[in-house]
Antibody
Framework: QVQLVESGGGVVQPGRSLRLSCAAS????????IHWVRQAPGKGLEWVAV????????HYADSVKGRFTISRDNSKNTLYLQMNSLRAEDTAVYYC???????????WGQGTLVTVSS | EIVMTQSPATLSVSPGERATLSCRAS??????LAWYQQKPGQAPRLLIY???TRATGIPARISGSGSGTEFTLTISSLQSEDFAVYYC??????????FGGGTKVEIK
């Protein structure tokens, strides 16, 4: 069965960096784009970034552009999100989500919580 | 950026009753709309894509309709497991992908 397992969350001070990982299994990782979507405490869903199946195309939300970098290692079936210059407003649960077709996701991980606080 | 607006914010429904959730796009998204269900402490779950196609394993009591700018998610007879927050999301014109603010379906 499809599994997406996020890790790497935690408490970090404003301005610092954090790298999230998403380990995938149960499907052909190299065939699908993967998204990061976040959810601030008590709030709705916000799309963060997407990477194509081969890593050649990447897109970001304006709110994270220039600070976050999405990448993937197809040899390890793993997705990453490098988050730099973190701000309080980046506090959220971060989900990775497998794209079935352009723009919508059929499977989501359970999420990892990132808290940006001094 | 396409803005998605969901109404109502909260819907109080008795078990066995019908629930109708609305989603409006600020411009046409054709049929490129998905619906997700989220329960407390859980990840979102895909319900509907293409505005009206049920995802694998989604019961027939859950249906989606609409195109262009107006969409509806209907749950014909609410079961206990249907009480949750529901989000619509457009994928017609992106990036960015955009979600509605959600509708919470609660027990009346």
């Amino acid at each position: 069965q499809v599994q997406l397992v996020e890790s790497g969350g935690g408490v970090v001070q404003p301005g610092r960096s954090l790298r999230l990982s998403c380990a995938a299994s149960g499907f052909t990782f190299t065939s699908y784009g993967i998204h990061w979507v976040r959810q601030a405490p008590g709030k709705g869903l916000e799309w963060v970034a997407v990477i194509s199946y081969d890593g050649s195309k990447k897109h970001y939300a304006d709110s994270v552009k220039g600070r976050f970098t999405i990448s993937r290692d197809n040899s390890k079936n793993t997705l990453y999100l490098q988050m730099n210059s973190l701000r309080a407003e980046d506090t959220a649960v971060y989900y990775c989500a497998k794209e079935y077709a352009s723009g919508w996701a059929d499977y989501w991980g359970q999420g990892t919580l990132v808290t940006v606080s001094s | 950026e396409i803005v998605m607006t969901q109404s109502p914010a909260t819907l109080s429904v008795s078990p066995g009753e019908r629930a109708t959730l609305s989603c409006r796009a600020s411009q046409s998204v054709s049929s490129n709309l998905a619906w997700y269900q989220q329960k407390p402490g859980q990840a979102p779950r895909l319900l509907i894509y293409g505005a009206s196609t049920r995802a694998t394993g989604i019961p027939a009591r859950i249906s989606g309709s609409g195109s262009g700018t107006e969409f509806t998610l209907t749950i014909s007879s609410l079961q206990s497991e249907d009480f949750a927050v529901y989000y619509c999301q457009q994928y017609n014109n992106w990036p960015p992908l955009t979600f509605g603010g959600g509708t919470k379906v609660e027990i009346k």
